[in-house]
């Protein structure tokens, strides 16, 4: 497997790591009536995330 390939899986499983720890902390400083909202806009930012690594991938 080239090396690329290996880059952007570390890529994206450093994002998705970081963006659990956001979620986590997010939801203990948040209240609990917001918790449907923070979870939304976290999923949100994982799905862009993922949107931006495997486009980047594509051009790689």
Known sequence: MPRHHHTRDGVAAL????????????????????WPLVTVVLVAALAGAALVIALAGRRG
Do not use: Q
Not at 15 to 34: G, H
């Open 15 to 34: 994002s998705v790591v970081v963006l659990v720890v956001l979620e986590a902390v997010a939801l203990r400083v948040t209240p609990a009536r917001d």
